[in-house]
């Protein structure tokens, strides 16, 4: 069997965490060898996230707890990835603390895994606003025009991935990227390694408050599209 890790971020969310461990514990039980681990990284949340993880790791001997000063999602997704790779996975899949997510989906990912390098979510159904899509189809624009790949999802958090795949491509952004999952999926296309995007559904956050807000969204995005020229120009580096 192959070591699988699975990679979550988490930032306050004291109400959806133990819900999410309950949810893909039984996942990396099930698919992955015995050194497979559930890993949900805290992003010094300053609500008790980190304390309900490390009082669940008698009951699920898969999860492992990280814990790192706040950097946002992007950087604690690359700390994860990093932490993966340094940890003898084969894959790695990654998704979000929040609940919107589908583990009964997961099994499909699987079974392509041999086929594929990667097995990146299409979240073609979206029940996260029309807000939200419309954030998502503009990055998608962005990245046709500075990198002339055509993506149907950049973002999902919904992702299998081989672990020498990350590592090919992790060494090209910096360590505190906002959007390191989106310039995977450009790599990963860009430079036609074997990847698929396959239909995954998306469900309202199912608790908390998210962290996201629209002032936020603008300064990720007009930093994003001054990173995106320099890594263009920078791609065969």
Avoid: C
Wanted: aromatic share 12%; hydrophobic share 40%.
């Amino acid at each position: 069997m192959e070591t699988l890790f699975i990679v979550v971020p988490a930032y306050n969310e004291e109400a959806n965490i133990e819900n999410l461990v309950a949810d893909w514990h039984p996942i990396v039980e099930k698919f992955g060898s015995d050194e497979s681990k559930l890993v949900v990284i805290d992003d010094g949340s300053k609500d008790n996230t980190l304390s309900i993880l490390r009082g669940l790791t008698d009951k699920y001997p898969k999860l492992l707890p990280l814990t790192k000063p706040n950097g946002g999602h992007g950087p604690t997704v690359l700390y994860g990835y990093r932490y993966a790779i340094d940890n003898g996975a084969d894959l790695i899949f990654q998704t979000d603390s929040d609940g919107q997510t589908n583990p009964a989906e997961f099994e499909h990912f699987w079974e392509m895994r041999n086929d594929y390098d990667a097995i990146l979510g299409n979240r073609s159904d979206r029940q996260d606003g029309e807000s939200r899509k419309f954030v998502e189809n503009t990055l998608r624009m962005l990245l046709k025009m500075i990198f002339h790949v055509s993506l149907p999802d950049a973002n999902a958090p919904f992702r299998l991935m081989r672990a020498d795949l990350v590592k090919k491509y992790i060494g090209k952004m910096p360590e505190d990227f906002n959007l390191p999952n989106v310039m995977f999926s450009t790599y990963f296309v860009y430079f036609k390694e074997k990847v698929a995007f396959e239909h995954v559904t998306f469900k309202p956050r199912q608790g908390g408050v998210n962290s996201i807000n629209f002032k936020k969204i603008f300064k990720i995005g007009w930093k994003a599209l001054s990173d995106f020229r320099y890594l263009k120009a920078h791609i065969d580096d």
